[in-house]
């Protein structure tokens, strides 16, 4: 069974950056053909896709946000990371990760987490 | 990079069928999509991956009510025997190497 957790804080104050963590199990980030993406819904509005890292370390941006966004792996504690500088509140948002293969939709998604961007 | 518009809202009976619609930029009408939706204040959940073919792939556990179409750059989701729990949001995704795009999501309500 394939499962994803979103961690990190709920609230950032401006400016700041925000770290998440997407942990989980049932698959490896070292099997060939294995992703993780990371995507965020504003409340009320669509889904956006922020970044995305594939099993050897590829690793594909927003081309809105790339200069804001990180996304790193740590293949044995089965987590991938994303950074994010200089938060607004306009990313103010229900922040995701889902897995995927090579070609292939986002499959399993996480619960989400809420952050909130806010002095 | 490729465009998905999605009509922002539709409704339909409980019982009856609906057909939902995501249409490719141009130039991307080829393109592979997939369907997730999302019920009211939970995560989006995978439905089906549909091809430029026509041909679809329902997720794991995803009721056979559901079925995939396309015509052109249009993709379509269509749910038969509406249940109330199908009242969510679905959202169509494409993707190349390169970047991942969603569409606008439509309002399915179930009267």
Known sequence: ?119 | QPVLTQSSSVSASLGSSVKLTCTLSSGHSSYIIAWHQQQPGKAPRYLMKLEGSGRYNRGSGVPDRFSGSISGADRYLTISNLQSEDEADYFCETWDTSTRVFGGGTKLTVL
């Open chain 1, 1 to 119: 069974q394939i499962t994803l957790r979103e961690s990190g804080p709920t609230l950032v104050i401006p400016t700041q950056t925000l770290t998440l963590t997407c942990t989980f199990s049932g698959f490896s980030l070292s099997t060939s053909g294995v992703g993780v993406g990371w995507i965020r819904q504003p409340p009320g509005k669509a889904l956006e896709w922020l970044a995305l890292i594939y099993w050897d370390d590829d690793k594909r941006y927003s081309p809105s946000l790339k200069s804001r966004l990180t996304i790193t792996k740590d293949t044995s504690k089965n987590q991938v990371v994303l950074t994010m500088i200089n938060m607004d509140s306009v990313d103010t948002a229900t922040y995701y990760c889902a897995n995927f293969w090579f070609g292939e939709s986002f499959e399993h998604w996480g619960q989400g987490t809420l952050v909130t961007v806010s002095s």
